[in-house]
């Protein structure tokens, strides 16, 4: 498939792109900065909020072949003010879905979160695709809204949209609660591969983790589309120190997201 990848840059990028590319599909980078030296595949440089830029990408694109699908990474990945979030993940997934109507490009994977859904209870039993929206911050809040976006474009215009709640994408879980919530290198690029090539998924949300013992987020919404996690953070339970917020990560989806620290004015 020929895929263009945004946030080709970032932390999930440079895996994705990477793997994607290790798994024969035809990949096009997407980032704000150039990119990295020795890139061995074409890259555009631009902002997904702009959507001039961003049909300008569309357009080039398609005199050099028909563009698959896209896989939308781009975004600040920490909590920032509502008006950052909202052009960071709302607009930027909204410039992209008019592009692709009017392009005719009809799969969008996009990396949606947990902290759309991160105020849910732990008590209320295993988190599943059918959790109400429920973020715990305003990035949570905006990945709601672009969520909704996809969902609205596969309504209208009969987008196969895979919404991939992520968990904590690092190379080994970084704490406690990163026992239940890690998402490895490798499942992250099955996770895509799954999602891109599942067969008419409409519009589909999956929990984006690995096949951690202490995991309780459901896998089936994931497995449905073909996505089978390898991996499992309980190989490196040895190596995670024990944290002063443990217990209050505990309580929610959201982790840390979801304690005090995190509250500010919109
Ligand atoms: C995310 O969605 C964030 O981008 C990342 O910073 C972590 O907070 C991660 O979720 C997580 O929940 O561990």
Redesign the pocket.
């Known amino acids: 498939m020929r895929v263009l990848v945004t946030g080709a840059a970032g932390s999930l990028g440079r895996v994705v792109t990477v793997g994607l590319a290790g798994l024969g599909h035809d990949v096009v980078g997407l980032d704000l900065v150039p990119a990295p030296e020795g890139t061995p595949f074409p890259w555009h440089e631009a902002d997904c909020a702009d959507g001039d830029a961003v049909e300008a990408v569309f357009a080039s694109l398609s005199t050099g072949g028909s563009l698959d699908a896209v896989v939308h990474l781009a975004g600040v990945?920490?909590e920032a003010s509502l008006p950052d979030e909202l052009t960071s993940h709302v607009i930027t997934t909204a410039a992209l879905l008019d592009a692709m109507v009017a392009h005719r490009v009809h799969r969008i994977v996009y990396?949606s979160?947990?902290?759309a859904v991160?105020r849910t209870p732990r008590a209320d039993g295993d988190l599943t695709e059918h959790a109400l929206p429920r973020p715990d911050t305003y990035?949570g809040v905006a990945?709601v809204a672009a969520e909704a976006l996809l969902q609205l474009f596969a309504d209208r215009h009969g987008i196969d949209a895979v919404a991939c709640r992520?968990?904590?994408?690092?190379d080994r879980p970084a704490s406690v609660?990163?026992l239940s919530?890690w998402l490895s290198y490798d499942d992250g690029v099955r996770m895509v591969e799954a999602a891109l090539t599942a067969p008419a998924p409409g519009f589909a949300v999956l929990y984006g983790i690995s096949a951690n013992t202490r995991g309780w987020w459901d896998l089936e919404p994931g497995r449905r589309l073909g996505y089978e996690p390898q991996d499992d953070a309980e190989d490196f339970a040895d190596e995670v120190e024990p944290g002063p917020d443990d217990e209050a990560e505990a309580e929610f989806a959201?982790?840390?997201?979801t304690l005090p620290r995190f509250h500010r004015p919109a």
């Open positions: 990945p920490d990396a979160s947990n902290h991160g990035y990945k992520i968990g904590s994408f690092l609660r990163g919530t959201g982790g840390p997201f």
